[in-house]
């Protein structure tokens, strides 16, 4: 694919933020190529960053096997966490700055060490995680209908909206990630649930698969970064009005309101 055609497609991802639901990108090139999709991801990045945008982690996405399955892929993807799409447990966000929100619950990560190392282990992961929190991802599509391919999601930032973090920090020491169970209510109702081990077996391993490929990328993962480690159950669609919380085992639980 060449340059120009790239541009062009960040270019109507990019004005989407600003506009209204597009569609399918995908539709646009005869033979997508996932190279090529990363290659918008990082058009729009390189637009953002030089705006002033600071980047501040990553978020990885397609950690269910169910999932991939759908899409026909057998890896995930990830895409960029922004300083200004990061909100505290407990805050009142307006629905209206996203398009089609839908939101899920996660284990964030946040390291002490930079994850550059040749030939990364799991044992590199664990020493360079300070500590872990309950976070939910407020998931957002620009394409129009959630009709996405692999291809729409990458190129779209891996149809990232924004994290609502918790705020109790946990050492790894005194979790079980790969049993922990999930709940995220609506109010009083349960709308979603899961376990860790939902998340590629374990959300250390989800980390060390996006460890490895942003070495791979010559984006390596550095101290201070948030990831946000893949969801634990169903995502759900979003509304004003909506009070949703998530709990996971050993974590404490993480809250957001969703305003007019």
């Known amino acids: 694919m060449n340059k120009t055609t790239i541009k062009e497609m960040a270019s109507q991802v990019f004005d989407a933020y600003q506009g209204s639901a597009i569609s399918p990108i995908r539709t ?25 945008r600071r980047t501040i982690g990553r978020k990885i996405g397609l950690t269910s096997v169910a999932i991939q399955t759908q ?12 300083a200004d799409t990061c909100y505290c447990s407990g805050e009142e966000i307006s629905a209206s700055q996203f398009l089609q929100p839908r ?14 190392a040749p030939d990364i282990t799991i044992i590199d992961v664990i020493n360079a995680v300070d500590y872990a929190v309950a976070a939910m991802e407020i998931v957002d599509s620009r394409i129009a209908n959630w009709d996405i391919s692999l291809f729409d999601t990458i190129a779209d930032n891996a149809s990232y909206g924004g994290i609502v973090m918790g705020t ?3 050492p790894l020491s005194q979790l079980d990630l790969e049993g922990c169970a999930m709940q995220m209510t ?7 649930t899961g376990v860790g081990r939902a998340c590629l077996g374990n959300p250390l391993h989800a980390t060390l698969w996006l460890a490895k490929t942003m070495i791979k990328n010559n984006q390596p993962l550095k101290a201070g970064d948030v990831v946000l480690s893949g969801a634990l159950g169903p995502m759900v669609p979003v509304k004003a009005g909506d009070t949703f919380t998530a709990t996971i085992d050993g974590l404490n639980g ?7």
């Open 103 to 116: 939101i899920e619950a996660e284990v964030a990560f946040v390291l002490k060490q930079d994850l550059t």
């Open 186 to 192: 609506n109010g009083d109702e349960v709308v979603s």
């Open 254 to 260: 993480v809250s957001v309101r969703f305003t007019e």
């Open 28 to 52: 646009l090139v005869d033979n997508p190529q996932v190279e090529d999709a990363y290659a918008v991801q990082h058009e729009n990045h390189v637009r953002w960053t030089e705006a002033g």
């Open 71 to 82: 899409l026909g892929v057998d890896q995930p993807d990830y895409g960029m966490v922004y």
């Open 168 to 170: 109790t920090p946990v």
